[in-house]
């Protein structure tokens, strides 16, 4: 009686951590969408950038504030940005793998517990 | 290659074909969504491009009335024409010739029809699958049923 206590106890836990395992993966992946996003506009600009000859004109909106920029300044800028979004996307997608990982392994351990419960409940009937 | 999918989805039970369904039913719609994003945004490109040829055929000095807000526009003369400034994403704006504005409009469309199009096949091809996968579904169910 008290190990079934203890088991659904325990599965209620582990029920708990899967749960927040699936709300950080969900989060996880909302923030990879965004910094995608952004990688592809950067991605843009860098084109548009690399097109233009050295004595174009090119603003920066800096608030409300439209400020003239160096063309070198502003390409190594974007450049800068893309690969802090690369590596960021990077980090985020290992972050990613180690968590379905845990969620998975999580996934067996309640899928084991459950048959532990069912098997005593089923002994206790019989008996 | 069309009927190999067809037999998996058989093979499904009633349980696991409706999930598959409601899954794919939601990337559809997530689909449609892009699909429609690429399409309004097409637009706002085409009125781009279509101000810009129309500013490219007023003379200078031409009186116009300048939006300073949505409701209030006030008297103007038109500069000069041949320089516009390109709104190129994440804050950088390149002064252009209006013939190089007038291009960039025309890249800019073209990028996203082609998208749109590739979206299209995708989205045709997801909603093949949850037509069948429905299609299915139902005759399965109408196998359970008589049988009760």
Do not use: W
């Not at chain 1, 800068?80 to 990077?90: F, H, N, T």
């Not at chain 2, 309004?40 to 200078?60: C, K, T, W, Y």
């Not at chain 2, 031409?62 to 300073?68: D, G, Q």
């Amino acid at each position: 009686m008290a190990a079934i206590k203890e088991l659904t106890r325990d599965l209620e836990n582990k029920a708990n951590d899967f749960r927040k395992l699936e709300k950080d993966i969900q989060k996880n992946q909302q923030v990879k969408k965004k910094y995608t996003i952004q990688l592809g506009e950067n991605e843009l600009v860098l084109k548009e950038l690399d097109l233009l000859n050295e004595d174009t004109n090119v603003y920066k909106l800096i608030g409300p504030v439209l400020v003239k920029q160096d063309l070198a300044e502003a390409n190594a800028n974007v450049r800068k940005r893309i690969e802090y979004i690369s590596a960021e996307l990077k980090r985020l997608d290992s972050t990613l793998q180690d968590l379905q990982e845990k969620l998975n392994s999580k996934q067996e351990s309640i899928a084991k517990l459950q048959q532990r419960i069912q098997a005593l409940q089923a002994g206790k009937a019989k008996a | 290659m069309a009927a190999t999918p067809r037999m998996e989805l058989e093979k499904m039970s009633v349980e696991h074909l409706r999930g598959l369904k409601e899954q794919v039913d939601m990337e559809v719609n997530l689909l449609q969504d892009s699909l429609n994003n690429l399409r309004s945004a097409n637009s706002r490109l085409e009125i781009a491009s279509a101000a810009l040829h129309d500013l490219s055929v007023r003379p200078r000095g031409k009186k116009m009335l300048v939006p300073l807000t949505a409701s209030l526009y006030v008297p103007g003369k038109l500069d000069d024409a041949e320089k516009v400034l390109v709104d190129v994403g994440t804050g950088y704006f390149i002064e252009k010739t209006m013939v190089e504005g007038k291009d960039y409009c025309e890249r800019k469309i073209a990028l996203l029809k082609s998208n749109y199009d590739q979206l299209l096949e995708v989205t045709a091809k997801k909603r093949s699958i949850a037509d069948e996968a429905g299609a299915i579904l139902q005759a399965k169910l109408k196998q359970l049923a008589p049988s009760q």
